[in-house]
């Protein structure tokens, strides 16, 4: 038909040429890629080192502390959840006479003793009547174990470290504080505190002191 013949007359022409040609250069260059010459093994080397070579981005991990969190005479306080063994109640808490005041006295916990201490005299907080202690947040390292007396466990939380003002290793700060977390949350060492000598109880007589001749 004629309007048909014209309309393929004027649409673009295929240049069967250009095609061959470009089907030419990927042949070439596939069989480039398969048996490289010595000069494109030595460039391919090169870029691919010095691709490598360039610092590749990392994700930005922010550093975390996990920890226990607990309240003791309404104060928010935490310890290290690498040395915090378990929260438990003090309902089997038994009484050791003739112990330091601080001692609230022992608990047995999945077959080990635990001493439950009171916080307060290790803190130099001012005396006050303390709220009734319903739990004991049981530490445990090589040093040995301990229980720290708690009114309330507030469970586990994780503080990003930059927001932690970490107590200096000299100053004003107690020895067994290791920073201050988000919330006003005190962060005990808990490696310091069962290192510290006031946990000693010497119960050992004194021995008389012998003289020469007697």
């Known amino acids: 038909m004629p309007i048909a013949t014209e309309r393929r007359a004027a649409g673009p022409r295929f240049d ?122 049981l530490i445990r390292e090589e040093h040995g174990m301990l229980g720290l007396a708690a009114t309330e466990v507030l469970g586990v939380s994780r503080f990003d470290r930059d927001t932690i003002a970490f107590a200096p290793d000299e100053g004003k700060w107690n020895r067994i504080v290791q920073g201050i977390g988000p919330d006003s949350t005190t962060i005990i060492h808990a490696g310091r505190l069962l290192q510290d000598a006031r946990l000693v109880v010497d119960d050992q007589p004194d021995m008389p002191t012998s003289t020469p001749g007697s």
Not at 41 to 57: D, N
Not at 95 to 122: A, D, E, Q, T
Request: glycine share 4%; hydrophobic share 40%.
């Open 16 to 137: 069967w040429e250009v095609a061959h040609a470009r089907i030419e250069r990927a042949i070439v260059a596939l069989q480039a890629s398969a048996n490289p010459s010595p000069e494109d093994v030595r460039r391919i080397l090169r870029e691919r080192s010095e691709r490598y070579a360039k610092e590749q981005p990392r994700a930005t991990e922010t550093a975390t502390m996990d920890v226990i969190v607990f309240l003791y005479d309404g104060l928010r306080f935490a310890i290290d959840l690498s040395y915090g063994n378990a929260a438990a109640t003090l309902a089997n808490l038994t009484h050791v006479p003739g112990l330091p005041p601080f001692y609230l006295g022992v608990m047995s916990h999945r077959g080990s003793i635990y001493p439950v201490i009171r916080l307060r005299p290790f803190l130099s907080l001012d005396h006050q009547q303390e709220q009734e202690f319903r739990y004991a947040m």
